[in-house]
């Protein structure tokens, strides 16, 4: 079990978050697989103050994914603390702050991952949205802006002292890609060096390698993402295999209903056009490697409305009936 400030956790497992993926569908078929705590997309703290309609609505909300951290961000403490009220009166049970993020676009305004590169700037933003926020507070980072330049403890320790209740480390620096590997050992000096919480991220993309991150890092909690896109039964896998017991990937029609309850969810909590454009972004996640994939992938991306692309799920799932098990089940 994982306890961020009053928030208590059903285990360790968070679900990452993801901006154009971790929308509410998602979340709830993460949350349905075992994860712990979902996270909402990254959120624009100027969006939210200036009450921006597209932006509001990445706050939408139901009781079935509780509890959820909202993350946000941003470069201006005023901004920020308001920001943190607004995504707390929209049912937010914990605020995150985006200290990460490497895109051209944010990294600009002197938000995501450029925090990491002026700290006592970043300490007030933190202590400003602090001072505000009445749910936990925690801070998502990475090693720090550069190659050759961590800044990870540094960081680590101010946020700790500001009042934040827990921290998500993701052990690359902002201007690494993914081609580096995450350098799992930043978890564990980080760890030493903390009393609050400590969430390791970076490349779980199988079940064994979460309890592998836990035990070599002895981090509380562990943070999935592109994993759970692929496989968002990763969650349920890691606690079963917690416990000693068996944990296959689902077969083909376990599977099939996961991908329909999943569009089924997209249909149901957003509107048309901008689901079915994020579904497609979720369904090319699970069906990678999958066989005729491109084929399929090709055809849903033609659906113009719902029916036709539970349809094109329905055919390509048939489809797949025809091959032999061990060709999907190696993926
Ligand atoms: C498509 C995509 C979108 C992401 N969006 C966010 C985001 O909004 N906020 C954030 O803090 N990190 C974001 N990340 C980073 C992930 O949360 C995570 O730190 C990273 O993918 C490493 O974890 P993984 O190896 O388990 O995928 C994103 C990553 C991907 C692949």
Redesign the pocket.
């Known amino acids: 079990m994982l306890q961020i400030g009053t928030v208590k956790l059903a285990n360790w497992l968070v679900m ?6 971790t929308n509410l569908a998602f979340r709830l078929v993460a949350k349905a697989q075992g994860a712990g705590l979902v996270t909402s ?2 959120i624009s703290a100027a969006g939210l103050t200036r009450r921006q309609k597209k932006t509001i609505e990445y706050l939408k909300s139901v009781p079935a994914e509780k509890p959820l951290a909202v ?1 946000i961000f941003g470069s201006s403490p005023e901004t920020m603390a308001r920001a943190a009220e607004i995504a707390v009166e929209a049912g937010a049970d914990i605020v995150d702050i ?1 200290m ?2 490497p895109v051209k676009k944010v990294v600009k305004t002197g938000a995501g991952a450029s925090l990491l590169r002026d700290l006592k700037q970043t300490s007030r933003i933190i202590r400003a949205v602090r001072h505000v926020c009445p749910v936990p507070l925690t801070a ?1 980072i990475r090693l720090g802006w550069s190659r050759g330049k961590p800044v990870a403890l540094e960081t680590a320790r101010m946020l700790q002292d500001c009042g934040v209740d827990a921290l998500t480390i ?1 052990p690359r620096f902002a201007t690494d890609g993914f081609s580096a590997p ?1 350098d799992w050992e930043w978890i564990r000096k980080v760890k030493e060096h903390l009393k609050i919480p400590v969430i390791g ?4 993309m199988e079940a064994p390698t979460a309890i592998r991150m836990k035990k070599s890092t002895g981090c509380d909690g562990v943070m ?4 759970g896109l692929k496989k968002p039964w990763i969650f349920r896998q890691i606690l079963r295999l917690e416990k000693g017991m068996p944990a296959p990937d689902p077969d083909l029609l376990e599977r099939r209903n996961l991908v329909i309850n999943h569009v089924r969810l997209f249909r149901e909590y957003m509107p048309e056009k901008r689901a079915l454009h994020g579904i497609l972004g979720a369904l090319m996640w699970y069906t990678k490697g999958l066989p005729n994939s491109a084929h399929f992938r090709e055809s849903i991306s033609r659906a113009r409305d719902f029916d036709s692309l539970l349809g094109a799920v329905d055919r390509y799932f048939a489809e797949l009936e025809n091959v032999p098990a061990a060709r999907y089940e190696a993926q």
Do not use: F, L, T
Not at 16 to 21: H, I, K, L, N, V
Not at 201 to 204: L, P
């Open positions: 990452a978050p993801m901006a154009g993926y997309e990254m993350q985006n990460g993020c998502k993701h995450a991220n970076g490349d779980v999935i993402g592109r994993g």
